[in-house]
C-alpha cells in the first residue's frame, strides 16, 4: 500500500490527528513501531506541525476513524521547529512545534509580570533554529496608561534588538486585525508564559476557533495551564484568507537545548552585529578588554536587561554541565 502525505495537526501523549493541507480534514493515527528522529534527544518524535507520511487506515485504504486510525512510517525533514528543555536540570527536551512561517511570542508586561529572561530564552531558541519571530505584547489596556513608560521600555530594548513588536487587546479590539493580516497564509505559533492571553487571542482573530481560555491565579498573578494539549487550527476568514494556528500549553520554564555556551552571544543580533568589533575573537562578552559589546551596554546601545539575561544563560549552561 502506498504512503500517502499529511500535518500533524493535533498530538495528545501517542494518539495524533493529521490532515493533508490546504484541506482541513483532520483523521486519526498511530505511530507505526519506534519512528525516531535521527540525531534528536526530544522526548516526543512527532510534533505538531511535522509533515509525515502515512499508510491509511485498512487492507483498502478506507478513511481513518478511531477504531481504524492511519499509521505514520516516517517523520519527514523538518524545515525548522521550537524545542525546550526541562528546567530542572535533566536533559529531556520536548518539540513545541514543527515547520512554523511565523512565531508569535506572547508576552504580557503585568497579569502576569513579564519576565525578560524567559522571552529572552525563547528569542536565542528560536534564532538558533531558523524561525522568523514576532512578539506580541498583549492586554495593552490594562497597563499603557498606568505605565507608559514600562511600554516604550519594552519597545525600546525589543525593537533596538531588532524584532517587530505588535501591541493587542482582546477587550478592545486593538491590534486584532493588524496581527489577522500579519497571520494570514503562513503556519504560525502561538506560544508564552501562563496567563498571558494567549488561546483568547486566538479565539479574537477567529471567533468560531475554541482554545481553552484560563483565569490568572490571584494567589501569585500566575495563569493557570489552561491548554494541556499540542494543537493546530484553521483560522478561515473567506476564500483566499486562511491561516494555521499552533496552539501550545502555557510554558513556566524555558531551558535551551543544544547549544554551546561559546555560543549563545551569536543568537542575540544587536550583540552578533558588534562582536567583529571586539579586540579578542572569540570574545565571551564578559571580562575581555576591548570588548565592542561592553561598551555598547555602557553606552546604553546595548540595554542592559538583555545583557544580563546573556549572562544569565552563560550561568545556566555552566550548571547543565
Request: net charge negative; with cysteine.
Amino acid at each position: 500500500m502506498e504512503t500517502r502525505e499529511a500535518t500533524v495537526v493535533k498530538n495528545a501523549g501517542s494518539h495524533y490527528l493529521l490532515s493533508e493541507l490546504p484541506l482541513w480534514d483532520p483523521f486519526p493515527a498511530v505511530l507505526k513501531g519506534k519512528v525516531r528522529l535521527s540525531g534528536s534527544a526530544a522526548t516526543n518524535p512527532v510534533a505538531v506541525g511535522d509533515r509525515v507520511r502515512y499508510l491509511p487506515a485498512g487492507e483498502e485504504g478506507g478513511k481513518p476513524s478511531l477504531l481504524h486510525p492511519a499509521t505514520i512510517a516516517e517523520v519527514l525533514p523538518r524545515k525548522n521547529y521550537l524545542i525546550r528543555k526541562s528546567t530542572n536540570l535533566s536533559r529531556q527536551a520536548h518539540v513545541l512545534a514543527a515547520n512554523v512561517d511565523m512565531a508569535y511570542l506572547i508576552v504580557s508586561l503585568y497579569f502576569p509580570e513579564i519576565k525578560l529572561p524567559f522571552l529572552d530564552r525563547m528569542l536565542v531558541t528560536c534564532e538558533v533554529y531558523g524561525i522568523p519571530v514576532t512578539i506580541v505584547m498583549n492586554k495593552v489596556d490594562l497597563y499603557r496608561e498606568e505605565a507608559p513608560d514600562y511600554v516604550a521600555d519594552f519597545h525600546r530594548i525589543y525593537e533596538g534588538a531588532g524584532y517587530r513588536v505588535l501591541e493587542t487587546s482582546v477587550l478592545t479590539g486593538e491590534g486584532i486585525q493588524a496581527l489577522r493580516e500579519d497571520c494570514m497564509g503562513k503556519i504560525c505559533l502561538f506560544s508564552g508564559e501562563s496567563g498571558v492571553g494567549k488561546s483568547s487571542l486566538i479565539k479574537a482573530l477567529n471567533p468560531r476557533l475554541d482554545p481553552k481560555i484560563g483565569m490568572i491565579s490571584q494567589a501569585h498573578l500566575q495563569g493557570k495551564h489552561t491548554t494541556s494539549l499540542y494543537e493546530m487550527y484553521r483560522a478561515d476568514w473567506g476564500p483566499d484568507a486562511q491561516a494555521y494556528i499552533i496552539d501550545t500549553p502555557g510554558l513556566r520554564g524555558f531551558g535551551l537545548v543544544d547549544l554551546e555556551k561559546e555560543e549563545i552571544a551569536l543568537y542575540f543580533p544587536e550583540m552578533l552585529r558588534l562582536s567583529r568589533q571586539c579586540r579578542f575573537t572569540p570574545c565571551t562578552h564578559t571580562h575581555e578588554p576591548g570588548c565592542a559589546v561592553k561598551e555598547a551596554v555602557e553606552q546604553g546601545l546595548v540595554s542592559a536587561e538583555r545583557y544580563n539575561s546573556y549572562l544569565g544563560m552563560l550561568e545556566e549552561d555552566s550548571k547543565f554541565r
